[in-house]
Every structure is written in C-alpha cells, then in structure tokens.
C-alpha cells in the first residue's frame, strides 16, 4: 500500500477545527470589505486598512506591497508604479480615487518621514511577517470561519477582474504573470462565463 500524504488523508481526527479547512483561495468583495473593516480597528488601524484596500486592488504579493516606496506612487497623476516579485513583469497602474484619499491621509499622518510607504512604529519599513500576521488577525476579527492569508488578496484581485469580464491577456499583464496559464484560474472560476447555457 502506497504511503499517503498526511494531508491526502481524510481527517477524523478530533483536533481539526473548521479553520484549518479553507473553501477556497479568494475573498469576494463583500467579504473584503469585512477584512478592511476589522483591521481599521487596530491601533495602526489607517495603515493597515490601507495596505489591504492597496494589495488587493493592484494584486500585490506580501513582498510587493512592503516594498511599495512614496516614489513609486504618483498622486498627482494617480499612477501606481508595480514591480513584482518572482520575475514578473512591471507595469503601470490606474490609482483610483478611494486609494489617493487613503494614502494622502497615510502620508498626512506620517510620524517618521520614510521612502517607504508602509511602515511600522518604529517607523522602518513594514515586515513581510508582520503584514501576514495583520491579516491573518483581521480574518479571525472580521470573524471568517476559515483562515485568511495575505496572498488571498491577490487571488482575490483576479478573480474580481475575471468576474467582470476584464480579457484574460490584460488580467494578465496587470497581474504580472509571465506565462497566461497563471491567469486562467481566475476566468475558469468566473460564474458568467456559464451565462445563457439554459433559456427559462
């Protein structure tokens, strides 16, 4: 008999919460704004608000967001500038209106002037660690029965973008996927593109 892997197996076992079994790799934007809500209520509350609304607009890796500098946004303009991570192609992105109100307000309130755009207390710039523990409490205050990780807002960027019917190339290109087969997950869980199979 083949071994199998612990996670392969079906779990009977008593110490397996709810929480350890996610139904899925996204979060819809109702359930988005539920986690802006919960983290607006932290003591940096502004900032990690914002830092959700950021990454989850411009699909933004842990990586890429903490390393997103005042340079690289334009607000006179509303030009966000992406670099990403893993080798994935930059690009240039709209920054809309609810986003420039919200980093002016973070910039108003800057207590230590840093490039930096996130930044913790003590000012340095925010640790990839310490926003995936932001949002990994702000999934359990916003009451989620399952846990929430960072990477899920990206996920949820492109499948919001999918939904809308947004063409998978231009999904693409704004996710910074080298390769379309990354970008295809987000359209095959698209609910519209099964519209009008059945006339009643």
């Not at 340079?71 to 966000?80: C, Q």
């Not at 930059?90 to 986003?99: C, F, L, N, T, Y």
């Not at 108003?108 to 002037?113: F, L, Q, Y």
Request: net charge positive.
């Amino acid at each position: 008999m083949q071994n199998q892997h612990p996670r392969a197996r079906p779990s009977t076992a008593v110490n397996v919460t709810v929480k350890d079994r996610r139904p899925r790799e996204y979060l819809t934007e109702r359930e988005l704004e539920r986690l802006t809500q919960a983290a607006s209520k932290n003591r940096w509350g502004h900032r990690d608000a914002t830092a959700i609304l950021i990454a989850y607009r411009h699909g933004l890796r842990a990586s890429e967001l903490v390393a997103l500098r005042w340079d690289d946004a334009d607000l006179a303009t509303g030009r966000l500038h992406v670099r990403r991570a893993k080798d994935g192609a930059p690009s240039v992105h709209p920054i809309g209106a609810r986003e420039s109100r919200a980093l002016r307000k973070l910039q108003r309130e800057a207590k230590t002037p840093s490039p930096y755009i996130f930044v913790s207390e003590r000012g340095s710039p925010f640790s990839v660690a310490g926003y995936q523990r932001m949002i990994a409490r702000a999934g359990e205050a916003a009451g989620f029965s399952f846990l929430v990780h960072s990477h899920m807002l990206r996920h949820s960027c492109g499948y919001k973008l999918a939904n809308d019917g947004r063409d998978t190339r231009a999904i693409q290109h704004y996710l910074g996927h080298r390769s379309i087969a990354s970008t295809v997950r987000y359209t095959a869980l698209a609910p519209d593109r099964f519209r009008g199979f059945w006339k009643d």
